[in-house]
């Protein structure tokens, strides 16, 4: 009987300790969250925090690197949403999240020159001592979060992949990121609201 | 004559999923037997050849319920921390593939670019494992098929037999992976 309530005891206690581990681990956004501001460092060295931009509506918080093949694939399409949706009032707002000491390519260095090889239109930010990521609970390069600027705040509408083909950009069916700021821009309901992709695990 | 071999491959596939064929596992057996349909490619090296799936054709893979445990690693030749653990999948492949364990790598590499980078990585590493590469761009649709839980991220395993199944998003040492795999066959 004794072994029986210790097992059970040690039994309740993997239960709950696994429950309150995987809670901790899943930590992050999820739709409807209130998305902090953050002030991280810019490629031209100047400090960047979304509470800058005055008259955006929202914002398109991607985090992404040099570093990773899926987050390169995505570069040209990244630039192609700031620039439509920058005049509509949606910029992008990129972070790299990963620790440089770990993956050197991502560097800030290197990060200014693969944004000036690129021509990166939006500003490039290295998440310096990797606080930013785990906040939102970014998870991979790249993982978009797409914001909602109203008076309570920043709300996080969207989460996950740019659109449903990584490997060629003239075979996406679904461009997720592109219908949910246009449902968000027009105060409609987003369809998909969470997608998820493959992509680079975070370097920490 | 096509419907013929048809017919045998479905009753290959039947009896394997009775469990009335038990197949011994032998140094790179033909996986493809376990796959729910054929390549949509073949990859073919100088010593080593690659089948390329489709979502559908992993998860005949994914699903089986044999007598076996499957350890299934997805990986890609770029992505640095996956390629770190490789050594201990290959390691946990030699100590248990005579145990009725089944070791297989994943890739997610650029199907367009397998055979410039998976192909000659697999060679010069001489990888025991099973090497597959999933080519399914459609990544919101099957990723949750794996498991519910997984974000994305690579390196990502499944453990899985017929009684018992593990998702890890995360690096194994070897230690740790053994660990994890000990739980499943005793």
Known sequence: MKTFKTLLFFGLFAVLSSFIVSRFYNDGYAIGDKAADFKLKNIDGKMVSLSDYKDAKGYLVIFTCNSCPYAVAYEDRIIALDKKYKELGVPVIAINPNNPQVQPKDSFEEMKQRAAEKGFTYPYLLDEGQKIFPQYGAKRTPHCFLLEKTEEGNIVRYIGAIDDNYQDAASVETTYVANAIEAMLAGKEIDVKNTKAIGCSIKI | ?186
């Open chain 2, 1 to 186: 004559m096509v419907r013929l071999s048809f017919n045998i491959i479905l009753m290959l596939l039947l009896l394997a999923g009775c469990n009335a064929a038990p197949e011994k596992p032998t140094e790179k057996e033909d996986i493809s037997i376990l796959m729910a349909s054929q390549p949509k490619k073949v990859l073919k090296g100088e010593r080593v050849t690659i089948r390329v799936y489709d979502f559908n054709g992993l998860e005949g893979l994914l699903n089986r319920e044999d007598d076996k445990t499957y350890v299934v690693n997805f990986w890609a030749t770029w992505c640095k921390p996956c390629i770190e653990e490789l050594p201990s999948f290959e390691k946990l492949n030699a100590k248990y593939n005579q145990e009725n364990v089944t070791v297989v790598l994943v890739s997610l590499d650029f199907p367009s670019r397998a055979e410039e980078l998976l192909i000659p990585f697999v060679e010069n590493r001489n990888l025991k494992s099973h090497v597959l590469l999933l080519d399914d761009p459609k990544m919101n649709t099957w990723i949750p098929k794996v498991d519910k839980e997984w974000s994305g991220a690579i390196p990502a395993t499944v453990i899985f037999n017929r009684d018992k199944r593990g998702f890890y998003e995360k690096s194994f040492t070897f230690n740790e992976l053994e660990k994890e795999l000990l739980g499943f066959i005793n």
